[in-house]
C-alpha cells in the first residue's frame, strides 16, 4: 500500500483539471435535449444526448474522485470544502443515474437537477480557489451595497501589527494561507495563527528576520521552486520586504504602536504614507449634491466661445474658461453663465477683455478662479460669493490694499497670487498673519546677474 | 451587358436589403451582442466617438480629475551630460584620468568607444543648492535658484543607445517610426482648450530638428489633426499660414467655407476620419492667422519679463521659445514641445565639447528655463502646468575615444543606464530626488525609471490612465507606453 502513497496526492492534483469536463459536457448534453425537444429539425441532437451524458457522468465521478483526494491533503478546511465535495460528488451521482435512466417519466427532472447540482458545485469551486468575492470584485459601484468606509487611522495611533504589517500578509499572501484554503499548514490572517506556522514549522523566527523561513523564501529568485509569492504571483515591494524584516528583527510584538518604535524618519515615512491616515480635507463644495448641467447649455457656451470642460468623465463639476484674447467677453456672453453657475468650480478668464462682472456672485461654487491680467479691481472683487474658493489669482491686475479685507474672508483660501499688482508687500504680512497657512505669491523679484 | 455591369450588379446584389435580411441574420445576434458587450472599442475614446464628434479637437474630460491641465516639455536634444550638471560623483573625480577597469567594459556596447578608454571626472564644479540641498554645477546659475520647485529623477534609463530611436522611444514609445507622439496622445485624450490655436506646439532652437526628424511630433496612426504644428520665432510664425498676395480674408473665408462644405459631403459619403481631420484644419488655419500672430508676439511683453527671460524679439532662440511656451500655455495649448538641439558632447569637434561648446549651450538654457518655472509659478500656472526636462539619453563617466584615441577635446559617449532628468509643477512633489546612481553614474541602483515610466507617469498628471488610453489600430488597441510603465507614485504630490 505504502508502495502507492504517492498515487493520491498526484491524482488530487488533477482536480481542477478535470472539474470542466463535466461542467461542460453536462451543460451541452442539458443544451442539446432542450434544444431537440423544442424544434423537430434538432431530433438528431436528441438522439445524440445519452452519449454526451455518458462522457459526463464518467468526467463528473473522476473529477469527484480526483476531488476527494485533493480534500485529503489538508491544504483547505474541512468546513470550506463540506459543500463543495458534497455537491460535487451529487453533481456525479445525479449524471450517473440520469445516464443509466436513459429516457423514462421521472428522466428529465433529474436530468435537470443535475444541472443544478453541476452549477453550484462549480460556483463553489470557484470560490475556493479564487476567493469568495472574486465574481463581485468587479462589479460596478453602483450594484454594490454601500463599502464599508475604509478605517482611518492616525499616526500616534497605529499599532504596528494590525495596521503595518497585516495588511502587507493580507494583501501577498491572504489568497492562499487563509482558513479555508490553508497551503502548507499555514494561515496567515492573524497574529496569532502567524506565530503558529505551517507544515515546515515556524515562519517566522523572533529577533532575527534573516533567519525567518518567509523572509528567506521572498528573497529566493522568481523562478526557485520554493520562493513565495509563487511564480506568476505579485513580488512583495522593496518597502514591504523592509517593514517585515524590521518587524520581526525587533521582536514580533503584536500590539506595539509605531510611534513606540525605534524608527527613522525614512521608514516613519515609508509607514505614514502606507496608512489611511486623514486624507487631505475635500472641499465642502465637492460634498454638494449637484447635478450635472445640461447639454444644450453647454453647447450654447462653447458657442459663445467658452470652453466648458468637466473636471473628469461622469462629474457634473465643471472647467469653464475663456481663452480667446482678441474677443472681448461681454455681459451677453457672462450672462450664460447663470445656467452653470452651480457647476462651475474651476473659472479662467486670464488675460481676457471682461465689460462687467456682475456675473461673479452667481459662482458660488468656485474653488480656483483665475482673473490674471484682467481688469478686475477692489469693487468687483467684492462680488465674488464663492466661500469656498481655495487659489485666487490676482497676478497683473490693479488691486490695491484694499482688497485685502475681502482676501481674508475667503475661509479656504490656500494660494494667492499677486504679483505685478499695487499691493505693497509690506501690507501683506498682516494678511501671512491672520492666514499662517495661506501660500502667497508676491511675484518674480529680479536678481541682478552680479549676484548669481 | 458587358463585365463591368455583371460585376457592378453582382456586387449591388450583396447591398440589397433582402439579401441582408436573408442571409446574414445569424450574424446580426452575434453583432447585437459585440457591441453591447463593448467588442469592438471597449475604451471611451474609440474611433465611432471621435467621428461622431463636429470637431475631434473639442476638449474632452480626463479619465479622472488631473492634477496638471498641459504640459511643456523641453527636451535637450543630443543628450546632454548628467555628470556635468546634476549627478554629482565625487568618486569619479579621484578616477580621472585612470584606465577604466575592464569590469566596467564587459560585454557592453558603446557607440564610439573602443578599447579601454580613461575615465572622465566631472568638469565642472558642483554646490548643493535650495533648502532641497540638490547637487546642481556651476554651469546652471540661475537653475540652482529655483531647484526647490523642481523633482530631480537621477536614475533614468532607455534601451536605445543612438539618437534618433531614443527621441522616438521617448516622444512615441517605440523605437521604430509609425507611432504617434506623446503630444498627439495627449491631444487625442484631451483635446485642445483654444478652437483658434493648435493643441500640440512644436517649437525648435538650436539650428536644427532632433535627428530623429518630424516624427517625434507626427501623429502615426492616429487622425492627422492631432500632430504637433510647429511655430517660429522668426519670420511667419507658421509657414504657409499668411494669405497669398492679392486674397482678401473674406475671399479667404469664402474659399474655405466652399471646401469644407464639400469635405462634409465626402465625409457624410465615406466616413473618412481624415476628412475630419482635413475639415478642422482648415478651419482652424483660418481662425489661426488672426490668434496665431497675437500669440507669438512677444514684443509687447513687458522690459521685466525680456531682462528676466533672456529673450530679443524676432531672433529663434531657446529663451524666445520658453517666452513663447509660457504664452502659449496661457492661451490653452495643451502641449508645447521644445527641442533645442546641440547637446551631444562626444567631444569630437569643439562646438560639442564638454569643455567648450556645452559651457555656451548651458548658457543658452540656463537663464530662459529657470525664468520659464519662476514666471509659470508667479502666474499662478505652475500648479496645472507640468515642466519636463531631459535628453534622449545619459553620457558615460569614460572620456571618449574615439578611433581609439585621446581626442583633442573631452566629451563622453552615449550612456543607457543612467542620466537625469526632471519635472516641476502640475502635480509633481517638489524638491525631491527620486533615484540614485552608482559611485560613478554608470547605472541606476535605486528606483530606476524607464522612459514608458515617465511617459505613464506624464499621462497620470494629466488624468489619463496610460494602460486605458488606446486607439484600435491593425486590428488591436495601442498606447504610448506599449506593454509596459508604471506611474511613479513617489514623486506625486
Not at chain 2, 411 to 427: I, K
Request: aromatic share 8%; proline share 4%.
Amino acid at each position: 500500500m505504502t508502495m502507492f502513497a504517492w498515487l493520491s496526492p498526484f491524482i488530487g492534483r488533477f482536480h481542477p483539471l478535470f472539474v470542466h469536463l463535466p461542467i461542460g459536457v453536462l451543460m451541452i448534453a442539458y443544451i442539446m435535449e432542450l434544444v431537440g425537444r423544442r424544434s423537430k429539425g434538432k431530433a438528431h441532437l436528441k438522439k445524440a444526448v445519452p452519449f454526451v451524458l455518458g462522457i459526463g457522468a464518467i468526467s463528473a465521478v473522476f473529477a469527484a474522485v480526483s476531488g476527494y483526494l485533493i480534500s485529503q491533503s489538508g491544504e483547505y478546511a474541512a468546513d470550506a470544502v463540506f459543500w463543495h465535495q458534497w455537491m460535487g460528488i451529487g453533481t456525479a451521482v445525479l449524471a450517473t443515474i440520469t445516464y443509466l435512466m436513459r429516457r423514462g417519466k421521472y428522466f428529465f427532472l433529474v436530468f435537470t437537477l443535475t444541472q443544478v447540482a453541476v452549477i453550484i458545485a462549480g460556483h463553489l469551486g470557484g470560490q475556493l480557489t479564487h476567493g469568495s468575492d472574486y465574481l463581485t470584485e468587479n462589479l460596478p459601484l453602483f450594484l454594490k451595497a454601500a463599502e464599508a468606509k475604509k478605517e482611518v487611522i492616525s499616526m500616534a495611533e497605529a499599532e504596528m501589527f494590525p495596521h503595518v504589517i497585516l495588511p502587507i500578509l493580507e494583501k501577498n499572501c491572504k489568497s492562499c494561507h487563509n482558513e479555508s484554503k490553508m497551503k502548507g499548514e499555514l494561515i496567515l490572517t492573524s497574529y496569532v495563527e502567524l506565530l503558529k506556522g505551517g507544515e515546515n514549522g515556524d515562519v517566522v523566527t523572533k529577533g532575527n528576520a534573516a533567519i525567518s523561513d518567509m523572509i528567506k523564501r521572498i528573497h529566493l529568485p522568481e523562478d526557485h521552486d520554493d520562493t513565495m509569492p509563487p511564480e506568476g504571483k505579485k513580488r512583495l515591494s522593496e518597502e514591504e520586504i523592509e517593514l517585515l524584516e524590521f518587524w520581526i528583527d525587533s521582536g514580533l510584538n503584536n500590539d506595539i504602536k509605531v510611534v513606540e518604535m525605534s524608527l527613522d524618519d525614512r521608514m516613519m515615512g515609508i509607514i505614514e504614507d502606507r496608512l489611511d491616515t486623514e486624507e487631505a480635507a475635500v472641499n465642502p463644495v465637492f460634498e454638494k449634491n449637484i447635478t450635472s448641467a445640461s447639454y444644450t447649455d453647454i453647447e450654447a457656451l462653447t458657442a459663445a466661445g467658452f470652453t466648458v470642460t468637466p473636471l473628469a468623465i461622469g462629474s457634473p463639476y465643471l472647467q469653464v474658461a475663456y481663452f480667446n484674447r482678441l474677443d472681448t467677453l461681454t455681459k451677453a456672453k457672462t450672462d450664460l453663465l447663470v445656467k452653470v453657475a452651480n457647476q462651475t468650480v474651476w473659472f479662467d478668464v486670464s488675460g481676457v477683455k471682461v465689460t462687467d462682472w456682475t456675473f461673479l456672485p452667481n459662482l458660488t461654487n468656485l474653488v480656483r478662479l483665475h482673473l490674471k491680467s484682467t481688469s478686475i479691481n477692489d469693487q468687483n472683487l467684492n462680488l465674488i460669493a464663492a466661500e469656498n474658493l481655495e487659489h485666487l489669482n490676482l497676478f497683473e491686475t490693479n488691486i490695491t490694499n484694499a482688497a485685502i479685507q475681502k482676501i481674508e474672508s475667503l475661509k479656504q483660501l490656500q494660494t494667492l497670487y499677486i504679483g505685478s499688482t499695487n499691493i505693497d508687500s509690506s501690507d501683506i504680512s498682516n494678511l501671512m498673519q491672520t492666514k499662517p497657512t495661506l501660500y502667497v505669491d508676491i511675484g518674480k523679484v529680479i536678481v541682478a546677474e552680479d549676484e548669481l | 451587358m458587358n463585365k463591368f455591369q455583371e460585376a457592378y450588379f453582382k456586387q449591388a446584389e450583396f447591398e440589397t436589403r433582402r439579401h441582408f435580411l436573408k442571409q446574414c441574420t445569424t450574424g446580426l445576434g452575434a453583432i447585437a451582442m459585440g457591441s453591447l458587450v463593448g467588442c469592438g472599442n471597449n475604451t471611451e475614446r474609440g474611433l465611432d466617438k471621435l467621428a461622431g464628434m463636429a470637431n475631434p479637437l473639442m476638449p474632452k474630460p480626463p479619465m479622472f480629475a488631473p492634477k496638471a491641465k498641459r504640459v511643456i516639455y523641453l527636451h535637450m536634444a543630443g543628450a546632454p551630460s548628467q555628470l556635468e550638471l546634476f549627478d554629482y560623483k565625487p568618486e569619479l573625480q579621484k578616477l580621472d584620468g585612470q584606465d577604466c577597469p575592464p569590469s566596467l567594459l564587459e560585454g557592453k556596447r558603446f557607440a564610439f568607444i573602443e578599447g579601454t578608454p580613461k575615465m572622465l571626472g566631472p568638469l565642472y564644479d558642483f554646490k548643493q543648492h535650495g533648502e532641497s540641498r540638490a547637487w546642481v554645477s556651476d554651469r546652471l546659475p540661475h537653475f540652482s535658484k529655483v531647484v526647490d520647485d523642481v523633482s530631480f529623477l537621477k536614475a533614468m534609463h532607455t534601451d536605445q543607445f543612438n539618437h534618433a530611436p531614443a527621441q522616438l522611444l521617448f516622444h512615441t514609445g517605440s523605437p521604430r517610426l509609425g507611432r504617434p507622439s506623446m503630444g498627439s496622445w495627449v491631444t487625442y485624450g484631451l483635446g485642445s482648450e483654444n478652437e483658434n490655436l493648435p493643441g500640440f506646439v512644436v517649437l525648435v532652437s538650436g539650428g536644427k530638428t532632433p535627428s530623429a526628424g518630424k516624427s517625434v511630433w507626427g501623429s502615426g496612426f492616429l487622425p492627422s489633426v492631432y500632430q504637433g504644428v510647429q511655430c517660429r520665432s522668426e519670420g511667419d510664425p507658421v509657414m504657409y499660414l499668411s494669405d497669398p498676395k492679392n486674397i482678401s480674408r473674406d475671399q479667404k473665408e469664402k474659399i474655405i467655407k466652399g471646401i469644407n462644405t464639400l469635405n462634409e459631403e465626402h465625409y457624410k459619403e465615406v466616413g473618412d476620419p481624415e476628412t475630419l481631420t482635413r475639415i478642422s484644419q482648415y478651419e482652424m488655419a483660418f481662425k489661426m492667422q488672426m490668434s496665431v500672430p497675437e500669440a507669438m508676439d512677444i514684443s509687447k511683453e513687458p522690459a521685466y519679463i525680456h531682462e528676466m527671460y533672456g529673450t530679443e524679439p524676432g531672433k529663434a532662440s531657446f529663451a524666445n521659445n520658453c517666452l513663447l511656451a509660457r504664452r502659449l500655455a496661457e492661451r490653452g495649448s495643451r502641449f508645447i514641445q521644445l527641442f533645442d538641439w546641440g547637446w551631444d558632447g562626444h567631444g569630437a569637434g569643439k562646438e560639442e565639447a564638454l569643455d567648450h561648446g556645452f559651457k555656451d549651450k548651458c548658457k543658452d538654457v540656463d537663464q530662459a528655463m529657470s525664468a520659464l518655472l519662476t514666471d509659470l509659478k508667479q502666474r499662478g500656472m505652475l500648479e496645472e502646468t507640468l515642466v519636463v526636462w531631459g535628453g534622449e539619453f545619459g553620457r558615460t563617466p569614460m572620456r571618449e575615444n574615439r578611433g581609439g584615441k585621446e581626442m583633442v577635446y573631452k566629451g563622453r559617449d552615449h550612456l543607457l543606464e543612467s542620466f537625469t532628468m526632471w519635472m516641476a509643477g502640475g502635480g509633481v512633489k517638489p524638491g525631491i530626488t527620486y533615484g540614485e546612481t552608482d559611485e560613478i553614474g554608470y547605472y541606476g541602483i535605486k528606483d530606476r525609471t524607464h522612459v514608458h515610466d515617465l511617459q505613464a507617469t506624464m499621462l497620470h498628471l494629466l488624468g489619463l490612465d496610460h494602460e486605458k488610453l488606446t486607439y484600435d489600430f491593425q486590428g488591436r488597441p495601442f498606447r504610448l507606453t506599449d506593454v509596459s510603465g508604471n506611474v511613479i507614485e513617489k514623486i506625486l504630490a
